[in-house]
């Protein structure tokens, strides 16, 4: 690990202050991303700014919905009984990553920020256009398993390992910023940003802006809903695919449908027309596959990950039919019904 | 702002306190010392283990303030003030609560051979008095999930659940 300054602040202000808009130094907030890239040394900074005593750890109500401090650990956030309630997919996506012991430690901010687990960009040994803008991108036709099938570009082809962001991105949060220049909300849809031909930016999040909290605004996905999540090993594992879906129901009829994927592109994936295709559709097999069809209709097969095109079609059928059925996934029992 | 190290000279150590196992330590640190470090390096406090040192394994699972973390990813700067607990402080967390020499999970890990080798087991045991403490496993199934945080290269998984269910039906938390 490089040697940096330490700063810890304890107002907002402060820490914006802090940071100064020193483009080389960071907030650390659980510090389960950043002191991991730290040690490969992909992230050295010069300054560390603290905000882990920022009053930014309550979740309160809300224009009808929930505002969520930027400092509630994933386990708080996860087991809040207002969450549980009401945004059941929340909480089963924050359950479906990581381990307890990270849940503990990692932030709802931190979770936001959290960088891409390409193996080429963890590796400063090799070029990583995300890592060192303009020395290309090993992934392509070399081992991308793990990669996109969808956004991707010539520049970079890496995923957004988050299983929260997909559940916010279905659940259209407010990511609420605040900055040198004053406080600004950006739609979820907006935060993460697809690679084109600047992968080195992930989000849309401004040099100094802090993420202060994560509204969720009110819904009627509280029965029909599941976070289905595929991957290598049963826990403790990176999606390669994962489907966030939520329907609101009228008999067998669909009111409105929500549908986002993780592990296939630079950004939880969301696509409008297949929610509005599904829309007065009946809920059944034959309307969620034409609507996995038109999500996966531009999809694009790296050379090693072909299979997850398929995967992901299935992977939004079954999670449809599971939204619908009202059984949402387990993630404890991981028997995938 | 709280603490500034740039302001007292660049990169300089800061002076943090901690409650280790009960103990109340004054110590100055290089803010670049993960907590793992800090416990096996300077404090001879080597029973908790560095396995991955990236957050894929839990042999450095501790305490902070009851709640469970992977030492190897938290630096020990920011744990100012807290209280850790290391397995070396097991037993006498269970002496503070008037049961026995070792913690009952210890006795229970012993009981059910919920280990080979060992090297996981301290990981293994911080990581269960967590998953008691925050008391959301209740079926082998939960308790499985929510250890899967550590990992045991001689596989004695299978063991380990059964120490924990045993300790957790005994309503044994702490
Ligand atoms: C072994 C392992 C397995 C994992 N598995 C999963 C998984 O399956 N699914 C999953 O979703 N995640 C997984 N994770 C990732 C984990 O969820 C993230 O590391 C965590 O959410 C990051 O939160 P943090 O608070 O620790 O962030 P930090 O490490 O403190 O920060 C991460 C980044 O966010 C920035 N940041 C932090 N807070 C703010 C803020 N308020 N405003 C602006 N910027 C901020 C920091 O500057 C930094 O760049 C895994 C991690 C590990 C180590
Ligand atoms: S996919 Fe993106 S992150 Fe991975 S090597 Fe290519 S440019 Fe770097
Ligand atoms: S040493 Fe910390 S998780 Fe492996
Ligand atoms: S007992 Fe050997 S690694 Fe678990």
Not at chain 1, 18 to 24: C, E, T, V, Y
Not at chain 1, 35 to 47: A, Q, S, T, W
Not at chain 1, 167 to 196: C, K, M, N, W
Not at chain 2, 121 to 127: K, R
Request: proline share 4%; hydrophobic share 40%.
């Amino acid at each position: 690990m490089n040697r940096f300054d330490y700063v810890r602040a304890d107002t907002v202000a402060d820490a914006i202050k802090a940071l100064g808009g020193d483009p080389n130094a960071r907030f650390i907030a659980g510090g389960t991303n950043l002191v991991d890239l730290m040690k490969y040394n992909v992230e050295k900074p010069g300054r560390l700014v603290d905000i882990t005593r920022l009053p930014l750890k309550s979740i309160e109500e809300h224009a009808g919905g929930l505002r969520i401090g930027a400092l509630v650990s994933n386990a708080d956030l996860a087991y809040d009984e207002r969450i549980q309630a009401r945004y059941p997919l929340l909480a089963s996506a924050i359950l479906a990553g990581a381990s307890a012991q990270l849940r503990n430690a990692a932030s709802t901010g931190g979770n936001l920020n959290q960088r891409t687990r390409c193996y080429y960009f963890y590796d400063e040994g090799t070029p990583c256009n995300k890592r060192e803008p303009g020395s290309g991108c090993p992934a392509i036709g070399g081992v991308n398993r793990i990669h996109a099938i969808l956004g991707a570009s010539e520049s970079c082809i890496a995923t957004n390992p988050s299983d929260m962001c997909v559940a916010l991105a279905a659940l259209e949060a407010t990511v609420q910023v605040s900055g040198p220049e004053g406080d600004r909300a950006i739609a979820f849809a907006d935060y993460h940003r697809l690679p084109g031909d600047d992968p080195s930016k992930d989000n849309t999040i401004k040099p100094g802006e802090i993420v202060v909290s994560v509204d969720l605004p009110p819904t009627d996905y509280g029965q029909h809903h599941t976070y289905l999540k595929l991957r290598d090993r049963l826990s403790y594992a990176f999606a390669l695919v994962s489907v966030a879906a939520a329907l609101e129901l009228d008999g067998q009829t669909v009111k409105t449908a929500r549908l986002a994927l993780g592990g296939v592109a630079h950004k939880p994936w969301r696509n409008l027309e297949a929610e509005a295709l599904l829309q007065g559709k009946s809920a059944t097999r034959e309307s969620f596959k034409a609507a996995a069809d038109l999500v996966l209709r531009e999809a694009k097969p790296q050379s090693e990950n072909g299979f997850k095109i398929e995967l992901a079609r299935r992977a939004i059928v079954r999670g449809l039919e599971q939204a619908a059925a009202g059984t949402p996934q387990s993630q404890s029992d991981k028997r995938i019904q | 702002m709280l603490i500034e190290s740039g302001s007292v000279g660049a990169h300089a150590k800061i002076g943090i306190t901690l409650t280790i196992n009960g103990e109340r330590r004054e110590i100055e640190v290089a803010p670049w010392t993960t907590l793992l470090d800090l416990l096996r390096e300077r404090l001879d406090l080597t029973g908790t283990k560095k396995g991955c040192d990236h957050g894929q394994c839990g042999a450095c699972t501790v305490l902070v303030d009851g709640t469970r973390i992977n030492s190897c990813l938290a630096l020990a700067v920011m744990k100012d003030g807290a209280e850790i607990t290391t397995v070396e402080g097991l037993a006498g967390l269970a002496q503070k609560h008037g049961t026995n020499t070792l913690h009952p999970l210890q006795e229970a890990f012993i009981e059910h051979d919920a280990f080979q080798c060992g090297y996981c087991t301290p990981g293994q045991l911080c990581s269960s008095v967590g998953l008691l403490n925050e008391g959301h496993a209740r079926s082998r199934e939960e308790i499985r999930e929510a250890m899967s945080g550590n990992l045991c290269r001689c596989g004695a998984y299978t063991n380990i659940v059964d120490a924990i269910e045993e300790v957790m039906h005994q309503g044994a938390a702490r």
